[in-house]
């Protein structure tokens, strides 16, 4: 992961393009989530979920039926928050096909406009990339860990 961090943001574009596509069905379980990047993105990747209501973030529940959820550290308890889909996409980050995560429409503003596309780095971990779905703010990625946990019993 400290190799990670060394990267630019533009860097991690290239480094997504030449990762697997995960299938939907292998994403069953509890992810940790980590911020990778230069360390100003790290720095500011947490104070700016509080601003869009996703504090104490900890990382995503994914059901093997493809629906999904960010999970959060509320009081060390973590709870479900905003649900998501698994859908197959067209990928904007490198054109090739993909796998995302679109916010359900009741999410809250301004997680309905965002993505984020998964691409497996290792066995057990995810590179994520979120992106606001506009043109021309869609060709900024950040970049997230999804770590899985496996005998986890978060809930």
């Given amino acids: 992961m400290?190799?990670?961090?060394?990267l630019r943001i533009s860097d991690f574009q290239s480094l997504y393009s030449?990762?697997?596509?995960?299938?939907?069905t292998t994403m069953d379980g509890f992810y940790?989530?980590?911020?990778?990047?230069?360390?100003?993105?790290?720095?500011?990747?947490?104070?700016?979920?509080v601003?869009?209501?996703?504090?104490?973030?900890?990382g995503k529940q994914f059901y093997g039926d493809g629906t999904a959820y960010n999970l959060v550290d509320k009081d060390g308890k973590l709870r479900k928050k905003f649900p998501m889909q698994l859908v197959d996409i067209h990928s904007m980050?490198?054109?090739?096909?993909?796998?995302?995560?679109?916010?359900?429409a009741e999410?809250?503003?301004?997680?309905?406009?965002?993505?984020?596309?998964?691409?497996?780095l290792d066995p057990g971990t995810y590179l994520g990339m979120t992106y606001l779905k506009y043109k021309p703010l869609h060709k900024i990625h950040l970049p997230f860990l999804l770590h899985f946990q496996e005998d986890f019993n978060g809930l």
Avoid: C
């Avoid at 030449?18 to 939907?24: C, G, M, R, T, V």
């Fill in 107 to 120: 999410n809250p503003f301004p997680w309905t406009h965002i993505v984020d596309e998964l691409r497996q």
């Fill in 51 to 58: 601003m869009t209501g996703l504090g104490g973030w900890w």
């Fill in 18 to 24: 030449d990762l697997q596509i995960p299938s939907k």
């Fill in 2 to 6: 400290e190799q990670l961090n060394d």
């Fill in 32 to 49: 940790k989530g980590t911020f990778v990047g230069p360390a100003w993105l790290r720095k500011a990747a947490g104070p700016a979920l």
């Fill in 93 to 104: 980050i490198d054109g090739k096909p993909g796998l995302a995560l679109h916010y359900n």
